[in-house]
Nanobody
């Protein structure tokens, strides 16, 4: 099992940038493929980005591709989500999730693939 704690969410203006962090503890971090999802009020949880356990591969959701970048630091047990050109529609609670395996391939963008979840961090983009 992995414990995940997100941070970095805040209120930003339209067009701004933000970096989210997710620190993991428990199961060896380097064996976990990681992902970010988000959920806006009244909407289903949506895939944002994922990265393989080695960091070799990443994938992105269609609504954020080209504006976000996922990375990881296995020495710091942390995965990051750098977001740029933020829009009001990016407003959501952002969740970090972990799954074992996927050393070289990015894990799939499906919620049920991930067994461990953080509590989320709120990102609000004002227009």
């Amino acid at each position: 099992q992995v414990q995940l704690v997100e941070s970095g969410g805040e209120l930003v203006q339209d067009g701004g940038s933000l970096r989210l962090s997710c620190e993991a503890s428990g199961r060896a971090f380097s064996t976990n493929a990681m992902a970010w999802f988000r959920q806006a009020p009244g909407k289903e949880r949506e895939f944002v980005a994922a990265i393989s356990s080695s960091g070799a591969s990443a994938s992105y959701g269609n609504s954020v591709r080209g504006r976000v970048f996922i990375s990881r630091d296995n020495a710091e047990n942390t995965v990051y989500l750098q977001m740029t050109s933020l829009k009001p529609e990016d407003t959501a609670v952002y969740y970090c999730a972990a799954t074992s395996g996927y050393r070289f391939d990015a894990p799939p963008p499906f919620q049920n693939e991930y067994a461990d979840w953080g509590q989320g961090t709120q990102v609000t983009v004002s227009s």
